[in-house]
């Protein structure tokens, strides 16, 4: 029992919450722009690095230059967005354009970290940590505290944002009715760039954490994309929280196959990720309005 | 006087062809105009010419003295100009009274108090407030809309068919709404089905046809028309 929590489900949480602070960019965009964005898991690998350079350049510790990660991932996604996505917006509702353009951006991100980083993997920082005890039973590392505490509060951060400002709500409308947001007086073009932003911040906090948990490489956020997708539509496409839910539901349960749960593990772990793309087919099939009854575009 | 809104000789249409063929509306200050006309007239296509949604091949929109003509939409409601679409016209995953402040959007202060006015106007609303208004009824739903097009206190409110879908007791409280709308101040240009209980209401009717204008005039007249009633009235 003790030995289910400790190596699986708790590593299943963390991974979750890698996955949940991408999903929730996915589904944003997606709700607001109506288009499957392939680069966002290179997003991820962007912030990772940059979160890297910035500890190289400061020599604090990682999860002290997280803000500032965030922050310039912030504007690169908001960049992207003006530089690749937004000229070809036709406004005509054909969206595929786009897709197959972020599968080049997504390229061209990984390219750009490979070139200025290399491709080998890489750590913040050497060394072990000791993991804490809870109640005497639960052990835990401290960067697992960290990486969910901080998930946490992010996705408390984001559903406050939605639900309590003015921008936040902005983006909901938007995402509801994007016509209807127009007619009303909303500058459409502020809210998608605000909108890249948060998708970046909370992608770059992503990389990092699966970068403090694991390593870095320039595949790590090309790797995420399916798991990522699949929580967004089990979260139910458009809606963030749900996301974030559907995240942990995919992360705990790639981690719980390859638990031994009758002598031996029940998938090898190199299946892994067959676990999010039956959980993406079985949706579709059945539910694809998302757990939630989210839309169907 | 001058009009508030002034629309002339409007071509407009979908992909080349034209379904507003030089068709001119008019609007004064407080004034409730009605614009009826059979299926296909150009009714709806009319207002979203005016509030830049189609686009204008020929002819002016002047709208407060202001050249609107082919304007982005966005930029219309702080102007005093609102529209209410006939379908998917609420923020259905959005509380009803987030709706109302998305319709305020672009106003900086103030926000409370037009919010108190629309309740005041339409207290159906006060009570689902926390509500999305996607549960809400198809009346309730129209109203939300309606309340979310008057944040911005506007000079002028386009409603597309406000009745559509509605039961006639529904429809009833609806234009009694409209009413009150506009006995407070708000002209009011409005595509309505039920003609004859629009225009009965109306200061003055447009008939639309072909997309032109073929009748016009104030709405009890246009009603006791002959002629209008025997060819777009039914009889």
């Known amino acids: 029992m003790l030995e289910f929590v400790n190596l699986y489900l708790v590593n299943g949480i963390v991974l979750g919450c890698v996955y949940a602070l991408g999903a929730i960019g996915i589904t944003m965009i997606f709700g607001i722009l109506r288009f499957g964005h392939f680069a966002h898991g290179d997003m991820m690998t962007a912030g990772a690095y940059i979160a890297l350079a910035l500890v190289w350049a400061s020599g604090m510790p990682v999860l002290w230059v997280l803000p500032a990660a965030m922050l310039l991932t912030a504007a690169l996604g908001a960049g992207l967005h003006w530089a690749f996505y937004r000229p070809l917006d036709t406004g005509t509702g054909s969206t595929i354009v786009i897709v197959i353009a972020s599968f080049g951006v997504a390229l061209m991100l990984r390219s750009a970290v490979q070139l200025f980083f290399g491709v080998d993997i890489t750590t913040y920082q050497r060394g072990f940590q000791t993991p804490i005890w809870i109640a005497d039973t639960i052990r835990i590392l401290p960067r697992h505290l960290w990486i969910i505490g901080l998930t946490i509060a992010l996705v408390v951060a984001l559903h406050l944002f939605l639900t309590r400002s003015r921008l936040g709500k902005a983006m909901r409308a938007m995402s509801d009715n994007r016509a209807l947001a127009r007619i009303s007086g909303i500058g459409t073009m502020r809210v998608v760039l605000a909108a890249w932003a948060v998708g970046g911040a909370l992608a770059a906090a992503g990389g990092v954490f699966l970068g403090i948990d694991t390593q870095l490489s320039t595949q790590m956020g090309w790797n995420l994309l399916l798991p990522m997708f699949a929580a967004a539509v089990l979260g139910g496409i458009g809606n963030p929280v749900g996301a974030a839910l559907g995240a942990l539901v995919v992360g705990v349960a790639e981690e719980l196959v390859t638990f031994p749960w009758f002598g031996e593990p029940l998938l090898s772990p190199a299946y892994k990720s067959a676990v999010s793309f039956a959980i993406l087919v079985a949706l579709l099939v059945w539910r694809p309005t998302g757990l939630t009854r989210g839309r169907v575009f | ?235």
């Open chain 2, 1 to 235: 006087m001058t009009p508030l809104l002034e629309a002339r000789g409007l071509y407009a249409g979908y992909g080349g062809m034209d379904i507003l063929r030089g068709c001119t509306i008019t609007v004064a200050p407080r004034e409730m105009v009605v614009i009826v006309g059979p299926n296909g007239a150009g009714k709806s296509t009319a207002m979203k010419a005016v509030f830049g949604l189609v686009r204008i091949r020929e002819g002016r929109v002047i709208f407060d003295g202001q050249d609107i003509t082919n304007a982005p939409p966005e930029s219309l409601a702080p102007r005093g100009l609102a529209y209410v679409p006939q379908e998917h016209n609420v923020f259905a995953t959005l509380t009803v009274e987030e709706n109302l402040e998305m319709g305020a959007y672009t106003r900086r202060s103030g926000i409370a108090e037009a919010k108190a006015r629309v309740f005041g106007l339409l207290p159906a609303l006060k009570i689902k407030r926390r509500q999305p208004a996607g549960e809400l009824s198809g009346g309730q739903r129209q109203m939300v809309a309606i309340g979310r097009a008057l944040m911005m206190e506007p000079k002028l409110l386009m409603l597309d068919e406000p009745s559509a879908g509605l039961s006639p007791k529904v429809l009833a409280e609806i234009l009694e709404a409209i009413a009150a709308i506009n006995a407070a101040g708000v002209a009011i240009l409005m595509v309505e089905q039920n003609a004859k209980a629009a225009l009965a209401m109306a200061h003055r009717g447009y008939v639309l046809a072909g997309g032109q204008n073929r009748f016009e005039g104030p709405g009890p007249e246009l009603l006791a028309d002959r002629e209008v009633a025997a060819s777009f009235l039914g009889g």
